[in-house]
């Protein structure tokens, strides 16, 4: 079946840096999506690209969409605390019915 | 409006025990669908419905029963659990049909603990 591969799996970084994670697939997917998860939370949908090469941002954060439309990469700037949680990247395919691929997540940790 | 929302937060069962994980939303959506969150794993999907009366089978559907007699609930059953049964459940919910995989809102999860 299809699989998403997210790396890294987890990141400690200090709280101002630059933050860069991706998900590759040997698949081809129609729409990439980026969620973030706060502890004891459900997923908030972050960012959602839906073109091969499209590049968006949502304030301080910013996705793209792969030319290959096998990998997509999110980058925060910046981090501050409220960054902290567990990133999920999503990759949909639409082959008769629509299917939605999860990556295995990168746990974010800031040191203040 | 509530959103999702998801009873009970967190459960603990012993092999055999059945229960029902309660999922309900105040938005009118259409579209719900449950998934499970495994360590090191992505979310899975369990069962969705596209409406009221009308349930479909996920990705990893066995062990689990569910049923929609309302379009505000959408309860997941487990008749006999497993210690693989062991999660965090997530309930979703999404307003677009052609749009409901990128649209859904999720509650905030049931963690599952089967001894």
């Known amino acids: 079946g299809q699989q998403l591969n997210q790396s890294p799996q987890s990141m400690f970084i200090q709280e101002g840096e630059d933050v860069s994670m991706n998900c590759t697939s040997s698949s081809i997917f129609n729409t990439w999506l980026w969620y973030k998860q706060d502890p004891g939370e459900g997923p908030v949908l972050l960012i959602a690209l839906y073109k091969a090469g499209e590049l968006t941002s949502n304030g301080r954060l910013t996705a793209q969409f792969g030319i290959t439309r096998k990998d997509s990469f999110l980058n925060i700037s910046a981090s501050i605390p409220s960054d902290v949680g567990i990133y999920f990247c999503?990759?949909?395919?639409?082959?008769?019915?629509?299917?939605?691929?999860f990556g295995q997540g990168t746990r974010l940790t800031i040191n203040p | 409006n509530a959103g999702v929302t998801q009873t009970p937060k967190f459960q603990v069962l012993k092999t055999g025990q059945s229960m029902t994980l309660q999922c309900a939303q105040d938005m009118n959506h259409e579209y719900m669908s449950w998934y499970r969150q495994d360590p090191g794993m992505g979310l899975r999907l369990i069962h969705y419905?596209?409406?009221?009366?009308?349930?479909d089978q996920g990705e990893v559907p066995n062990g689990y029963n569910v049923s929609r007699s309302t379009t505000e609930d959408f309860p997941l059953r487990l008749l006999s659990a497993a210690p693989s049964q062991t999660s965090v459940y997530f309930c979703?919910?999404?307003?677009?049909?052609?749009?409901?995989?990128?649209?859904?809102?999720f509650g905030p999860g049931t963690r599952l603990l089967v001894l």
């Open positions: 979703a919910s999404s307003p677009e049909w052609d749009r409901r995989q990128e649209t859904q809102y």
């Open positions: 419905s596209v409406g009221a009366g009308i349930t």
């Open positions: 999503a990759g949909l395919l639409i082959q008769g019915a629509q299917k939605l691929v």
